[in-house]
């Protein structure tokens, strides 16, 4: 299993200067965000990509819904020509609150998802495509410089219908925050042995496993809130439940325990999101403890 960190929510600079840690870290993966309001993600990417030599760099994701297809695929293309094999690319249909913000929540989520990834996928390969869809409209478009190898694109889905995409047109699926071994193992069952699934996981690794432990509670405590987390969540139904379930926390016998489940569900990399703040210690406690042990 490979693994990785995600950075969200910190200012580019900072973003930045943690690149060259991670990149002596011994993690195999760096992901970005493109959320609404923080840093862009592919300007992350590629400075990213410009800054390390090690690790491997992923945007998840890409909001399908505010993002022209072509303009995707070019992005796309750049950063696989220039850093070939070290660009992971994650698309999404976006967040429907966000999309309605920008004023760009399209007439079916799913529709645009399923037509920009494959218009995208299409482009990546060299075609020249047209398509007249519901959501994307091309006529003869192409790029001059396609890949030579094209990026990965991995989906950042929940439910049935987005597994059932993932399935038929993706390299594979990214699973947000809040996925346990349960969620993780009826996802491999829906897309199949031939699907890479990365799954993003709250970590806080301290050798006080009950203080790690608490340091999580308040964000899992808002996640069991919210209902678009309840399909992930699955039968954690309390916050303990969840901190078992969901997150990598504690000491290091219980975070290596946590990823071993992980891995047994079916999880091909596991990408950890620090608490905010905590980003710095928590690569040098990746480094010196939890990755020294998961080698061994």
């Known amino acids: 299993m490979d693994y990785g960190i995600k950075l969200d929510g910190l200012p580019a600079e900072r973003v930045r200067g943690l690149a060259t840690p991670i990149d002596r870290s011994g993690l195999d993966e760096l992901w970005v965000v493109e959320d609404l309001g923080l840093a862009g993600g592919f300007a992350q990417a590629a400075t990213l990509l410009a800054d390390t030599s090690a690790v491997r760099v992923g945007l998840g994701i890409s909001p399908a819904a ?41 007439a079916g989520l799913m529709t645009a998802l399923d037509e920009v990834t494959a218009a995208v996928r299409r482009l990546l390969a060299g075609e020249t495509v047209s398509l007249d869809g519901g959501h ?29 995409l993932a399935a038929r047109a993706a390299d594979g699926v990214i699973l947000a925050e809040g996925s346990g071994p349960g969620y993780v193992r009826s996802v491999r069952d829906a897309v199949g042995p031939g699907r890479r699934i990365t799954v993003f996981a709250w ?19 808002r996640a069991l809130g919210q209902d678009f987390m309840r399909f992930q969540l699955g039968a954690a139904s309390t916050v303990d439940d969840a901190l078992d379930q969901v997150t990598v926390a504690g000491d290091l016998a219980g975070c290596l325990r946590q990823l071993e489940n992980l891995a047994e569900a079916g999880a091909d990399a596991v990408v950890f999101a620090p608490l905010p703040g905590e980003e710095r210690d928590q690569i040098d406690a990746l480094r010196d403890t939890l990755l020294p042990a998961i080698r061994r």
Not at 73 to 79: C, F, G, K, R
Not at 144 to 164: C, I, N, Q
């Open 203 to 221: 970590l806080c690794l301290r050798p006080d496993g009950e203080a790690a432990r608490a340091a999580l509670r308040p964000v899992v405590e």
């Open 66 to 106: 505010v993002r022209n297809p072509a303009y995707l695929a070019m992005e796309i293309a750049t950063l696989g020509r220039m850093h070939p094999g070290r660009f992971r690319s994650g698309i999404g249909h976006g967040m429907p609150g966000w999309l309605r913000q920008v004023g760009a929540h399209p």
């Open 136 to 164: 994307v409209h091309l006529d003869g478009v192409a790029l001059t410089h396609p890949p030579r190898v094209p990026p990965t694109l991995h989906l950042g889905v929940r439910g049935p219908k987005g597994m059932a």
